[in-house]
């Protein structure tokens, strides 16, 4: 089934998200996410199992983990993970003050 497109997406009402829920689930599972909107403003989106995995990794590692928190979900990414979080960081630079 072929759904209306948005810049984010096919693009659903609730009532035809519920109507069509079956066909909305294996557009998600073939990784195609499924906009839902109600009244016209985008409220949800139905994303695949992996899609949602890596968002709440994202979200659960927060600014703070920097680059090394958007490794993840390839082979031998762990690694990579590891060597990131192992570097030594400097400590921050002295700013000179003026007069000085």
Not at 16 to 37: D, I
């Amino acid at each position: 089934m072929k759904f209306p497109e948005s810049s984010h997406g096919p693009l659903l009402a609730v009532a035809e998200a519920k109507a069509s829920f079956g066909a909305c689930l294996r557009q998600a599972e073939r990784g195609e996410p499924v906009v839902v909107t109600r009244h016209g403003k985008t409220v949800a989106a139905i994303v695949s199992m992996d899609d949602y995995e890596r968002l709440r990794r994202l979200k659960a590692a927060g600014p703070e983990g920097g680059l090394a928190s958007l490794a993840g979900g390839w082979m031998g990414s762990d690694e990579l993970v590891e060597a990131a979080l192992s570097v030594r960081r400097s400590a921050p630079r002295r700013v000179a003050k003026p007069g000085r």
